[in-house]
């Protein structure tokens, strides 16, 4: 595709609750980032994908967070159990052999 | 533990005028720097980068300027464009394939007509 896409582009959900956040990365780019932007934050790093394996999952905030990657391509960001401070900006980027990283547009997450 | 520091969260320039974006890293593993460009409800756009091998790299009217003594590098736009007014995201990456980056809190330049 032409670009990072990402899927819903804005969620509603009550405390507690599971959500699912999708990414399509550029085709062919190998390595897929995620990231979350709080309110007035920069981005912070939550994973990192080279292939479908994760070597780098450090920004995970907690166990209620995981994600995986399926034929090198789309990657899903699942949230379990909700709570108000998973609140964010959801950011998906892709790059090809660490060069730049090109972000999606976002998914809005936003936990009542 | 910021890492990446952008200390203005805002600046107001006057159209046609140099806009300068500073930022600020404490990690010396870092040696690789980008700007990131953000408008409302969009993802962040990559506007430039440098190398730490580099203390400058001009793209047209965008110039990155790296001082790794200070640790500190800046990005200037000459001239400045109403259509430059967005938040600007100044991040950090180290060696290794990873890359990760490391963002600063971004800095909202108004340009003014």
């Known amino acids: 595709g032409a670009g990072v896409s990402q899927s819903p582009s804005n969620k509603v959900t009550e405390k507690g609750k599971d959500v699912e956040l999708r990414c399509d990365p550029i085709?062919?780019?190998?390595?897929l980032y995620w990231y979350r932007q709080s309110l007035g934050q920069g981005l912070e790093f939550l994973i990192y994908?080279?292939?479908?394996?994760?070597?780098?999952k450090s920004g995970l905030p907690s166990d209620r967070f995981s994600a995986e990657r399926t034929g090198g391509s789309v990657s899903t960001l699942t949230i379990q159990r909700t709570q108000q401070e998973d609140s964010a900006v959801y950011l998906c980027?892709?790059?090809?052999?660490?060069?730049?990283?090109?972000f999606g547009p976002g998914t809005r997450l936003t936990v009542l | 533990d910021q890492q990446v520091k952008q200390n203005s969260p805002s600046l107001s320039v006057q159209e046609g005028r140099i806009s300068i974006l500073n930022c600020d890293y404490t990690?010396?593993?870092?040696?690789?720097f980008l700007w990131y460009k953000k408008y409302p409800a969009e993802g962040p756009t990559f506007l430039i980068s440098?190398?730490?091998?580099?203390d400058k790299n001009e793209d047209g009217r965008f110039t990155v300027f790296l001082n790794k003594s200070a640790k500190h590098l800046s990005l200037h736009i000459v001239p400045s464009q109403p259509g430059d007014s967005a938040v600007y995201f100044c991040?950090?990456?180290?060696?290794?394939?990873?890359?990760?980056?490391?963002f600063g809190s971004g800095t909202q330049l108004t340009v003014l007509p």
């Open positions: 085709s062919g780019h190998t390595a």
């Open positions: 994908f080279q292939g479908n394996s994760a070597p780098d």
């Open positions: 991040a950090a990456s180290g060696s290794g394939s990873a890359r990760q980056l490391t």
């Open positions: 440098i190398s730490s091998i580099k």
């Open positions: 990690n010396s593993m870092f040696d690789y």
């Open positions: 980027a892709s790059s090809y052999a660490g060069n730049e990283q090109f």
